[in-house]
């Protein structure tokens, strides 16, 4: 195995220091540390992160490998400076027993670009009627520990209410995809002034606010632990506050795309821009970066929905939602949240490294930078700045917003227990 002599990187933004990487662990951090015949890696200037996490990733295998598989959707991860990803349970089939997640789980081990670590359904089929084989899915290879009809609410209260104490049982939690769907029925974008003025079906904050209400206090009633998906509105992040302010064990996340993005952008009608949940507007915006700021959002989870071109390329109506995100997520928070001087690199590390290994429990990530831990590390460039290019994209799919626009910020290497999946920004 290579080893790995990383010269004056700053270590969470701080003073420059070397690293020296070995048998997968950070062997030893110090100023001018001796040549020892490994690999040299000049990092003057390039801050130094722990490999990234992300709580929630559509990697589409089984079944829509048109739009992504686990190896093209990990080598993205990597790119990314992801070291492990968690892979969402609406795949064909569904991931709703220990067979398929033991199937994803071991393709991610053969892509060996980065840890994958499946995400089981709540309910059979994704249908919301019948809960699905939780503790099969636990006790299988795959330790599934989260789980989420992801793409769908588990709408009726009495199937959450089981599913939340179920999970108790292994330390498992539910992630809430909050969306209450009659109020939702043939929505097409955020409800609000833009919806009025274009004519399009509007998906009113309150949808996703009144689920999360409910999940809350369902969680605090059986003494579970709660994730909330993707969190989108100005709303949601008061109700959370007041739920954390309980007490109860309730995290958040929120999309770089959430951050980023407003509901302006869907007068284009440019369904590239057409997302689930929608983007909503400008005040929401800022009340997700504060959230995110203060700790009332935890995590930054990039809900990387890959889509082939047929499916996004089409009227705003018909056109899938999602967008692409593990190869810009990292740019786009240095952007909303760094560059805003809302956040450091320390923070940056806790909300989307430390904190989504945390909830998940996946082991060996989210930890800290130090001698005798697992050598998952990043180098980031933050003073370069280019504009997207969807071509350059290790991803399957192009159903990125950020085309041609210009973000800061490039992942130079990604080391994965110590062997470099990306240097020099490229693959290896
Ligand atoms: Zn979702």
Redesign the pocket.
């Known amino acids: 195995m290579t080893s790995y002599l990383i010269r004056n990187a700053r270590i969470l933004g701080g003073e420059p220091q070397d690293i020296r990487i070995a048998d997968g662990v950070i062997a030893e951090i110090g100023a001018g540390l001796a040549a020892d015949g490994g690999q040299e890696i000049q990092a003057d200037g390039l801050i130094a992160l722990p490999g990234l996490v992300d709580l ?1 990733t559509h990697l589409r295998e089984p079944g829509r490998e048109d739009a992504e598989t686990v190896l093209t959707g990990t080598r993205a991860a990597a790119k990314g400076g992801f070291t492990a990803v968690h892979a969402m349970a609406n795949t064909f089939p569904v991931a709703d027993t220990a067979g398929v997640v033991e199937q994803v789980w071991r393709l991610g081990r053969e892509s060996g670009y980065c840890d994958v670590q499946p995400i089981g359904a709540v309910t059979v089929g994704l249908e919301g009627k019948q809960l699905a084989e939780l503790g099969a899915m636990a006790d299988s290879a795959a330790q599934v520990r989260v789980f989420s009809d ?2 769908k609410c588990v709408d009726d209260a009495v199937i959450m209410r089981r599913a939340l104490e179920y999970v108790k049982a292994f330390g498992g939690v539910v992630a809430q ?1 909050a ?1 209450e769907p009659r109020l939702t029925e043939g929505a097409q974008m955020n409800e609000g002034v833009v919806s009025g003025e274009l004519g399009l079906r509007g998906w009113p904050a309150v949808a996703e606010e009144s689920i999360i209400a409910r999940d809350v206090l369902l969680a605090a009633h059986v003494g579970s632990r709660l994730h909330v ?2 969190l989108s509105t100005a709303g949601s992040v008061e109700i959370v506050r007041w739920a954390k302010g309980k007490g109860w064990d309730v995290t958040a996340e929120v999309t770089p795309h959430h951050l980023l993005l407003t509901d302006e952008l869907v007068r284009s009608y440019d369904a590239v821009y057409k997302v ?2 929608p983007l909503r507007t400008q005040e929401d915006v800022l009340a997700l970066r504060e959230a995110l700021a203060d700790g009332t959002i935890d995590i930054v989870a990039t ?1 990387h929905a890959p889509h082939p071109a047929e499916d996004k390329d089409c009227e705003w109506a018909a056109a899938a939602m999602g967008m692409v995100g593990l190869e810009t997520a990292l740019s786009v928070v240095q952007a909303t949240m760094v560059d805003t001087g809302l956040i450091g690199w320390a923070e940056v590390a806790e909300r989307m490294s430390a904190k989504p290994a945390a909830i998940s429990g996946v082991p060996g990530h989210g930890r800290p930078l130090a001698v005798g831990e697992p050598a998952n590390v990043v180098l980031y460039d933050a003073g370069h700045r280019a504009e997207v290019d969807p071509a350059a994209f290790a991803t399957r799919s192009r159903n990125t917003p950020y085309r041609g626009m210009e973000l800061p910020g490039r992942v130079v290497a990604t080391f994965l227990r110590g062997e470099a999946k990306v240097l020099d920004g490229e693959l290896q």
């Open positions: 929630h992801d793409g995809h969306q998906c993707h689930n949940p809900d």
